[in-house]
């Protein structure tokens, strides 16, 4: 009874044995994949971290890059700025510069006018004076032959209508000078006023153009548009000076009118003065004549 019931038990024993065999290396092997899937989700994740740990690292330098560009942008425009205030200055500058020296040349030419006219005065009235000196020895001839009072009467017709005939050619003359003189000093002074209003509105253009650039500059617009901008206004601004100029250089035709003016009047003296002096020696030549012994 015993030994059936060992050999039993021992079957048992073996059965269990070779069950328990059998589910061993299954067990080892879902154990190993069990550990094996862990690993891979261990990876995974640290993939994962590492993964967006380098998106953050990359944003962060993205970031740093965009805020470089920016700020060398930055810098970029305000060394543009700078350098185009410094220019824009230098512009307005020798505007300046060139208007004082315009004023010193202008100066310069008013001198050198009211020099030429005191020579060309004095020149004048030396020839003047020569005239008189020749016209009084004439005069001298003449009285010495009026032997006669007729003679002597007429000599002495003659010599105030010689008179007055000069006194009025020089009042003629003086006073178209006077005339051409008073009138070029207008002309003169009216461009001197319109070339001064021109520059007036050119240095108001040229600043205001300034201003609105470095406004524009301050404000961030790209250096493409600032300088477009300035440009164009600038050569607006040229533009209309050049035509206010033009139109201020007109005095020209101004002078030319008043000095043909002159010449006429002048002119017309000329011939009045002549026409009344071959009257007058006529006259006087009768008088002698007539006065003359006769012929036997």
Do not use: H, W
Not at 84 to 89: H, K, Q, R, V
Not at 135 to 148: G, L, N, P, W
Not at 174 to 197: E, H, L, N, Y
Not at 269 to 274: G, P, R, V
Request: with cysteine; hydrophobic share 40%.
């Amino acid at each position: 009874m015993m030994k059936a019931t060992y050999k039993k038990y021992q079957k048992s024993l073996l059965s269990f044995v070779g069950i328990a065999s059998l589910i061993m290396p299954t067990m080892a092997l879902a154990a190993a994949e069990g550990d094996a899937s862990s690993e891979r989700a261990t990876r995974m994740e640290e993939r994962q971290a590492n993964q967006q740990e380098r998106k953050e690292a990359m944003g962060v330098k993205r970031d740093e890059r965009e805020a470089n560009r920016e700020e060398k942008k930055s810098d970029r425009q305000a060394l543009f700025c700078s350098r185009f205030a410094e220019n824009a200055g230098e512009i307005a500058n020798k505007f300046s510069e060139r208007q004082k020296n315009f004023e010193v040349r202008k100066d310069t030419r008013g001198e050198k006018m009211e020099s030429n006219r005191d020579g060309r005065d004095s020149t004048f009235d030396d020839k003047r004076s020569g005239l008189d000196e020749r016209r009084s020895e004439m005069y001298v001839k003449i009285d010495a032959k009026a032997d006669t009072d007729a003679k002597k009467e007429a000599v002495a017709t003659f010599k105030k209508i010689v008179e007055d005939a000069i006194t009025t050619r020089r009042a003629v003359v003086d006073s178209a000078i006077t005339v051409f003189r008073t009138g070029v000093d207008a002309a003169g002074a009216g461009r001197k006023d319109d070339m001064q209003a021109a520059a007036d509105v050119f240095k108001k253009a040229l600043d205001d153009a300034v201003s609105a650039a470095k406004a524009s500059c301050a404000a961030g617009t790209d250096q493409a548009t600032v300088r477009a901008t300035f440009k164009k206004s600038l050569d607006a601004a040229r533009t209309a000076l050049q035509a206010d100029r033009k139109d201020a250089d007109k005095v020209g035709a101004q002078i030319q009118a008043l000095a043909e003016t002159r010449r006429v009047a002048m002119k017309s003296a000329l011939d009045t003065f002549k026409a009344t002096m071959n009257t007058a020696k006529e006259a006087l030549k009768k008088a002698f004549e007539a006065e003359a012994p006769a012929t036997p």
